[in-house]
């Protein structure tokens, strides 16, 4: 009878440990699934790019390793490619932004109102020199994260230049004495500059080079007039006037108006144009068609007399957070990761330009060489960016194609110019 007692005695006891093991546990585990629900909760960011290809993937794939380094954010990564700009467009009038987004030259200017101020963040105080002015406003705010900058100017074929025995053009008229040399010795089998006017856009690219030697760059130029719109167009006559006049003397290709971008990479590729006004990225495509091209970069030519070559340039790959962002800790989290030695130079690299920061190191292949040989020329911002409302793009490259297919002349291109100017600048 007493073991039958002692051990009733012993299960009650042990119930009564097990339910206060349980309740204590219970306890413990509320406060714990408490914090943990919160470490632990799924936060989704919508990332979205301009830039398409093998960028893209190189962006795409960083996003992938951040998802795994930090399993509780996942990233819906898009990008769009031709449909970027619209895209972003429509979500900015319905002020539904992504959390994460790229800001393809107009950070300040066109999306700045929209974005955070990242100048708190660890890696601001790593923002290189040369890319700080295109991304920062007087105030300290710091609108984006530049994985690289651009620097941007026509890229030539070395071997072409030196079988005509010409030097790298260093202003406009040395430029126009090159293109006859190769004319002439060529017999016009080889296009001094290649063009791919179809696509319109290369039209834009060279309207947006020669802008700025023709108005910006020297000390006494345009730049306020056309800020403040007292700007005269008349002025603008020469630019359109002097792409003309590379037609009528034979210095562009015969196609212009028919060939494509890719047509322009297959010509550079295969030693049939000495110039390209595209930029660095131009000889990486003509490289996939001939891996032995041997291709450089130099400035753009100087105009004005006593003025100096310049590039092209400002932001290029960017990430910025919305400022509205419901999950902007993550986005900025997610943008710290970019921004990362490695991320930073993978960017960099895959674009062949320098990085935005100033603590990694060029790693442009063959292009590092010309970086560092110019790194005193001066990089002014692209013409359009700062000097004309946005929209004007693609009047830049409409015009252009009509005085190519004789439509219209100079003067008719500069007074459409100023009426979507004016038109544009208005519905500011």
Partial sequence: MRKKWLS????????????????????????????????EKKVTLTVSTNVVGEQATVLQTIAEQFMKDNPNIKVDFSAPGKDYENMMKVKMASKDMPDVFATHGWSKNRYGEYLADLSGETWAADLDASIKPSVTDDSGKLYVLPMDQDKSGPVYNIDLLKEYGLDVPKTYDEFLAAAEVIKTKSNGEVAAIHIGGADAWPIGQWFD??????????????????LDGT??????????????????????????????????????????????????????????????????????????????PTFAGGEKTTWGVWKDSKNIEAAKKFVAYYAQAENISAVAKSNQLPPGLGNVKIDAGDLTAYYEQYAETPVLPFFDRVYLPNGMWDVLCKNGQDILAGGINAREYSENMKKEFDRLSATK
């Fill in 8 to 39: 009733m005695s012993c299960l009650v006891l042990a119930l009564a440990t097990s339910l206060t093991a349980c309740g204590s546990k219970d306890t413990g585990d509320s406060s714990s699934n408490s914090s943990e629900g919160k470490s």
């Fill in 231 to 308: 700007f005269d167009w008349t002025n603008f006559d020469q630019l359109p006037q002097m792409f003309k006049d590379m037609q009528d003397k034979g210095y562009l290709n015969k196609d212009v108006l028919t060939a494509k971008y890719s047509d322009s990479a297959k010509a550079f590729a295969e030693g049939k144009a000495v110039f390209g006004f595209y930029g660095p990225y131009f000889i990486e495509e003509a490289k996939k068609i001939n891996a032995n091209l041997n291709a450089g970069l130099m400035p753009i030519p100087s105009i004005q007399a006593g003025d100096i």
């Fill in 209 to 226: 080079f020669m802008a700025t030697p023709l108005l910006i760059s020297a000390e006494q130029n345009s730049g306020q007039a056309l």
